[in-house]
C-alpha cells in the first residue's frame, strides 16, 4: 500500500495501512456480482448490523444489480481492542423476514460470538434462506459453528479500524482500513 509509514493516531494507539480503499472496493464489487448471480431471480434482504458495517454494507448495496432490500440491526461485543464474548442487541429487526432471503452483513467476524447469539433470533423467525456476507473473516479467531457464507477477506487475528470499523468509536470514517502498529 501506498504511504505505508503514515500513522493513524486513535486515542492512545497508533495504526499503520492495511488494506487500501481501492482493494476494498474491488472485493466488494465483486461480492455483489457473486450475490446478484446467486439471487437472481429473488429479491433478497440484507440485514447489516450496526455500526460498523454500514459503509460495507452501502457499497454492497450499490454493487448488486438485481432487486434488493436493506434493514438494520444493532450489535455490539466489543469494549476498546477486544470482544468481551457479551453480546448487547439495542435494536431488532422491524422488517418481516418470515419467507425472505435474508444476507446477514457484518463487518469482521473474529470468535464469531456475536453472531452465534444472533442466529437464534434470525432462525425464529422462518425466514426462506439465510446467509452470511462479511468484509473481512479471522479464520485463526473463529469459534462458531455456523458458515460464513461470503467473505471479502481473510485476515489476521489482529486489530484493524476503518471503513466502519473503530477503536472506541474513532476510525469509522477512514477510507482504508488500518491495523494496530506494533
Do not use: W
Not at 505505508?4 to 499503520?16: E, G, M, N, R, T
Not at 419467507?99 to 425466514?127: C, T, W, Y
Amino acid at each position: 500500500m501506498e504511504n505505508a509509514q503514515i500513522l493513524v493516531q486513535l486515542h492512545d494507539l497508533s495504526f499503520k495501512p492495511y488494506l487500501s480503499a481501492s482493494a476494498i472496493g474491488d472485493k466488494v464489487n465483486a461480492l455483489g456480482v457473486a450475490l446478484s448471480k446467486d439471487y437472481e431471480g429473488k429479491k433478497p434482504l440484507l440485514v447489516a448490523i450496526m455500526n460498523g458495517s454500514f459503509m460495507f454494507a452501502a457499497d454492497l448495496m450499490r454493487s448488486i444489480s438485481i432487486d434488493c432490500e436493506i434493514t438494520f440491526i444493532k450489535s455490539s461485543s466489543y469494549s476498546g481492542t477486544q470482544s468481551t464474548g457479551n453480546l448487547n442487541v439495542t435494536l431488532g429487526p422491524n422488517d418481516t423476514i418470515t419467507g425472505r432471503d435474508v444476507i446477514i452483513v457484518e463487518d469482521i467476524v473474529d470468535s464469531g460470538h456475536s453472531l452465534q447469539a444472533l442466529l437464534p433470533l434470525f432462525q425464529e423467525k422462518n425466514p426462506k434462506s439465510l446467509k452470511i456476507a462479511t468484509l473481512l473473516f479471522k479464520p485463526e479467531a473463529f469459534k462458531g459453528n455456523y458458515s460464513v457464507d461470503y467473505k471479502c477477506f481473510e485476515i489476521p487475528n489482529d486489530f484493524i479500524v476503518g471503513y466502519g470499523l473503530d477503536y472506541n468509536e474513532l476510525g469509522r470514517n477512514l477510507k482504508d482500513i488500518y491495523v494496530l502498529a506494533k
